[in-house]
């Protein structure tokens, strides 16, 4: 059985179907950077890492990866 709310799908995860993990970002924002868009994006698949300093640095880290 589905659930809906607010219009988010919230059925359990083992009822929904696992995107690729080779495409599997994990971004970590640094605290207390109020105005500040810093922090670290990893590649779950590789480890490819890297520490980003605004918004373009990190979408440009995924973007360059997903190319691939």
Known sequence: ???KSRGHDIRPTSDRPRPPT???FVVQFEPGT???FRGR???VASGEATR???RKHLLDFMA???RR
């Open 22 to 24: 080779e495409r599997a």
């Open 41 to 43: 994006a990893e590649l």
């Open 64 to 66: 360059g990866i997903l």
């Open 1 to 3: 059985m589905s659930a």
């Open 34 to 36: 109020r105005y500040r």
């Open 52 to 54: 980003f300093r605004s």
